[in-house]
């Protein structure tokens, strides 16, 4: 086993530190270190995205990127986006317009959307549906998860009206 | 007539926000990988290379040596506990751990186990396995011939040939052939397929060396048969064993069979006393578990000169890999692919099907299909296209022609199964006006005329799903009922328990609706839980679209029941006779004397605070329910495709669903459905395969090579609904969940055919890739 090494992330807002084996993928740092599970692997090989996390403001597919690269970094993950005990937008979308069903992909489809909405917070269904592109839903077929979105942007719009 | 309740009631016909969205969108799942348990440890399999080849020997000594390494378990070792291998789901028997020979690639030969995932892959890699590699068999054609080698040494019967299964009458059908006007045929090849939920499959098993339990944690779609399945063939009394199905991030099928992996966590863990979590990797789950179709088809239909469908002949090959791990009810070895006769009304018809053996994995299970329905939908929409090309008469026109007429149900079909209800024509006139088909044929019309290829597919299916009844059947000798137990508490809230499992079909939403419907009780009082065999009543779970027909009618049942012992409590409370009662959703009023009432919720206080004397307390009930046939759902599909006579791609233009799924428990869910599973339907039709290469090589065995479509090649979606009741299930419901795999592949194909029909092109196997279609234009001279 080769040495560990410790590496400080700053973690839906919390400063969490562990050693870790160099090859520890960031996904089981995720998921096993942390004890935050809501994170999935569905295929190892950065397919199917169900595995997406925000680092540095920036989505990474946690099941193809080391634990010690996201060292000294800012990792947001499905159970950061609640806020003040009140559910995102994202969230609440997706639970309105029936925008998940067997769960699994949710919590990547949640952080790749979020991070499209940061960048572009007005998309178009087309914008929407290549922000979404790198995560992969067996069960809805998409379209409710478009309507999502689309629900947490307008809902974002409203706010700043 | 069902009567609509109120919104806050929130009975059948609402689209209620879905309970279980909660805990999925905030990350608190918990699915079987994150289930972790004190004093757990992590298995691994060790695979073949090979597809098939004999086992030299295997040297477990470097692994065992790796510091974190607690066991590393072979074929030989598991034979010493009779459990090398284990029966199969259909009257075979699948090896455990390989011994002597392995015969599909990524078979699995050996498990280790570590304290770790990590140690575990890395002991694996030091598992030295000597193989010499044998004759490969990937054709089931090839399988068949003369000298063939035989693959299952371990049979008597020394060919590779499974089974042989006909229905129908083969000399009526045969002399209608010999007389008829017109004949078509299609030999269309229903590819390998995967399932491929995005969870894949694994277990956490935890024996409890001081209590002798057994719990199994595991990603199962029928957890009371796979308990019972793991009495008799690990010899642990039943009452020994709980099964427990977390959170199921889909199964598609793929979760009924059991697989190696769980026996040897079982094992495992009886061995170490200790947990031991197995969780497939991808490539595992693709190319290891329960595969789908493999069916080499053929159907000829028979005709007047006008288009009248005089009978079907149907043949084909089946290819089940290296076991026969079908998935399907045991009168049935080639499932219910015997409702290939259709939408269509003819007095003749005759179906026969082989099994053969090749170098592949085991199986076939029902992907999304109520056990090989698909392939029938598939075959016959085809084959009516073909027809409907061959007599120069519209598609549409034609199957109009041929239609069940409504007055006609229920309805026999020539091999032999009573549809309950249906009206075909009506759905199908609603998709054709929605598309707009006439205007579409002009369109196509023009487009031609320039050299622009536009195709329209129509698919109009009918399926049968919700078995039993048991009398007809079982899954491994297990009838297929299906149960609800519903407690009501003291404060008029409830408790729903089922036989079925959810994997994201929003269960615990629809099941609390319907006892809404029935008792008034709102159905966010209810709560519904699946999944654990020690509170759960027996029954066979959720695939074949089985959970509305089935569960959903045990639940109105279990509800009925207990609106009778609430009526007596009623009359007590209200000092009337019972017969004096009048019911109206949610409570019981004295006929003529609407003021004088008492809630469910108040009826439910009295029956553990105030019940009459004599009368047990308490507000339950338990129903097994065994439908007295199955249901028959149905509908029309358009597809309209754009080829790029350049590239060959097809460009999905538009895609109507018209379902008729009879009464619909709450019609966001259904949409929802029928939206996942015209996708998977897309997936099928253009772009999956579970193909082998000559040496039996999987060559899709990772989402790199196996596609499962984004969100920017599914189309958008139409849908719409007729709505003909089942007149024997008790809230005229049918079950929807795989209609839309069922009827899609068809119209999909279709459509892509209609858009070359003028080109003479009469087929094209899926999955339609654009070198595919585009080989046919450069060979009809449109691309140079």
Redesign the interface.
Known sequence: ?AKKELIRVRVNGRDREAEV?P??LLV?FI??VL???????????S??G?CTVVLNGKTVKSCTAFAVQADGGELL???G??KDGK?HPL?EG???E?G????????GM?MSSYALLETNGHPSEEE???G???????????????KAVQYAAGKAQGATR | MITKTSPEVGGMGHSL??K??????????N?V??V?LPGMVHGQLVRSPYAHARLKSINTEKAKKL?GVLAVITGEDLAKANLAWMPTLFFDKQMVLATGKVLFQSQEVAFVVAED??TAADAAELVEVEYEELPVLVDPHKSLEPGAPVLREDREQKDNHIFHWEVGDRQATDKVFQNAAVTANVHAFFQRCHP?????CGCVADFNSATGRLTVHLTSQAPHAHRTLFAIVGGIPENNIRVISP????G?GNKVPIYPGYVCAVVASLTLGRPVKWIE???ENLQSTGFARDYHMTAELAASREGKIQGLRVKTLADHGAFNAAAQPTKFPAGLFSICTGAYDYPTAFCEVDGVYTNKAPGGIAYRCSFRVTEAAYLIERAVDVLAQELKIDPAELRRKNFIPKAKFPYKSPLGWSYDSGDYESAMKLALEKVGYAELRKEQAEKRKKGELMGIGISSFVEIVGAGPSHTFDIAGIKMFDSCEIRIHPTGKGICRMGTKS????HETTYAQIVAQELGIPAADITVEEGDTDTAPYGLGTYASRSTPVSGAATAMAARKIREKAKKIAAHLLECSADDLEWETGKFFVKGAPSKAKTIQEIAFAAYTNHPQGMEAGLEAVDYYDPPNLTFPFGTYICVVDIDTGTGEVKVRRFVAVDDCGNVINP??V???I??????GLAIAFMQEIAYDENGNVQGG???DYL?P???E?P??ETDKTCTPSPHHPLGAKGVGESPNVGSPAAFVNAVVDALAHLGVKHVDMPIAPWKVWSILKEKGVVS
């Open positions: 086993m084996e090859r520890l089981h998921r096993e004890a935050l599970t809501g994170t999935h692997v569905g295929c190892d090989t397919h199917c169900a993950t499905v159970e986006l609640m559910l969230q997706f639970k309105e029936h998940l069903q067997c769960g699994f992909c949710t919590p949640l929407i549906r290549w979404i592109s790198g995560n992969l839903c067996r069960c809805t077929g998409y379209q409710n998860i478009v | 926000k879905r279980e969205d909660l805990r999925f969108i905030q990350g608190r799942g699915y990988d994150d972790h510091p995932r990590y491929a939920p995005l969870e894949t959170d199921i991030g889909g598609f990797t991808r490539s994997q994201g079909q929003g966001m869910i949409d929802g459905q939206h996942g599973g015209l996708t998977e990772s989402f790199q499962l984004t969100a920017v599914t958008h979606w």
